[in-house]
């Protein structure tokens, strides 16, 4: 894996032994993770989204140097963010929606249990029980 300029630390310490990782299973969701984390890269997805724009197009966008945005271009490229063409010595990136596929699913399932954690406590709070919902369906 690449050290990735934008995002201090590279994703933490490792885990203690015998503890297995349960919050990130997935390697790209986590890879998209990282690569969003860092406001210029997703500045330059919104750039991206739409359409192709060179490598130069890309860097005008920004007041730093070529080489910083082509770090940032390698590091949404690796994560499977950005799709990269060739037109003769150009390069053209546009954005690969579905490079974020695995993350949308990830706070998919995270915003339905955090939806059900919060019906189970108001139902608590009120003191309906699993038989009440039962006799008022029934």
Same mark, same amino acid.
């Given at each position: 894996?690449?050290?990735?300029?934008?995002?201090?630390?590279?994703?933490?310490?490792?885990?203690?032994?015998?503890?297995?990782?349960?919050?990130?299973?997935?390697?790209?969701?986590?890879?998209?993770?990282?690569?969003?984390?860092?406001?210029?890269?997703?500045?330059?997805?919104?750039?991206?989204?739409?359409?192709?724009?060179?490598?130069?197009?890309?860097?005008?966008?920004?007041?730093?140097?070529?080489?910083?945005?082509?770090?940032?271009?390698?590091?949404?490229?690796?994560?499977?963010?950005? %799709?990269?063409?060739? #037109?003769?010595? $150009? =390069? &053209?990136?546009? /954005?690969?929606?579905?490079?974020? !596929?695995?993350?949308?699913?990830?706070?998919?399932?995270?915003? %339905?249990?955090?939806? #059900?954690?919060? $019906? =189970? &406590?108001?139902? /608590?709070?009120?003191?309906?029980? !699993?038989?009440?919902?039962?006799?008022?369906?029934?």
């Amino acid at each position: 894996m690449r050290k990735d300029p934008g995002f201090a630390g590279g994703g933490g310490p490792p885990p203690a032994a015998g503890h297995r990782d349960t919050a990130a299973p997935d390697q790209a969701t986590g890879e998209a993770l990282r690569a969003i984390a860092e406001p210029r890269r997703r500045a330059i997805l919104r750039l991206v989204a739409h359409g192709e724009l060179s490598a130069g197009e890309i860097a005008a966008a920004f007041d730093v140097t070529r080489t910083a945005i082509s770090q940032h271009l390698t590091v949404l490229k690796d994560a499977g963010l950005l %799709a990269e063409r060739r #037109d003769g010595t $150009r =390069r &053209l990136y546009r /954005a690969r929606p579905e490079g974020l !596929d695995g993350l949308r699913q990830f706070l998919d399932d995270m915003w %339905a249990s955090s939806l #059900d954690a919060a $019906r =189970r &406590l108001v139902e /608590a709070e009120r003191g309906i029980s !699993d038989d009440d919902k039962t006799a008022r369906a029934g």
